[in-house]
């Protein structure tokens, strides 16, 4: 297995002792009792992406508590790292997992959440996949999570880092980033806006656009 399909194999034995819930309070307009009922009585594995669409797309706002979401959540990340098309966007997931209180998580719940954030983060550079580092980095800050150890993972690629300070760049003219799903209370946010000014990163993005010798 590559590092991120045992990142997740890590993140469903960490959860593993969670219960699985005995029922789901929702609005009826955002999810059905049809539903509900797939929920609660399929094995979490067998969870398609339409079965939890609504669930986890909603999580927190009209459906569910930190009790079912908890449970759940480990297909939620696997789904959200194997369909890239799917809904809800990791930015909306990142925001729930703020609400659950990640850093009240046991050592070993945060630990495998971190490692599987790392792993997500270091193939989509390794590929070349850059635009979905924004997406990616303001989920972890909305998670909660410190987000300095997963930004000096961009810095140890010029070119990632290029393009990361590019998509950001007309909004943090005005102290923004770019990344429509964030919100003034977010955590996190502040520290990104400070890091993509440092000097580093405009060293080593002044760096990468010199011409060779």
Known sequence: MNSVDVAIENFYKAFS????????????????????????????????????????SS?????????????FLPRILEISI?????????????????????PKWGADKQRALIELFTSVLRRFIERGEYDYIDDWMCAIARSGLDVRPFLRIIEENSAALVHYVGVNA????????????????????????????????????????????
Request: contains cysteine.
């Open 17 to 56: 002792d969670v219960p699985v819930p005995t029922s789901i309070e929702g609005c009826p307009h955002c999810i059905d009792d049809k539903n509900i009922e797939q929920l609660l009585q399929s094995d979490l594995r067998s969870l398609s992406p339409d079965d939890l669409s609504s669930y986890a």
């Open 82 to 102: 194997t369909d890239r098309c799917w809904w809800p966007d990791i930015e909306v997931t990142g925001r729930a997992l703020g609400v659950t209180d990640v």
């Open 170 to 213: 007309e909004s943090l003219q005005k102290s923004k980033l770019a990344n429509h799903f964030w919100e003034t209370s977010d955590k996190g946010q502040d520290e990104i806006i400070e890091w993509l000014r440092s000097e580093t990163v405009h060293r080593i993005c002044s760096k990468a656009s010199s011409p060779a010798p």
């Open 59 to 71: 999580a927190f706002l009209t459906v569910g508590d930190v009790g079912d979401y908890l449970y």
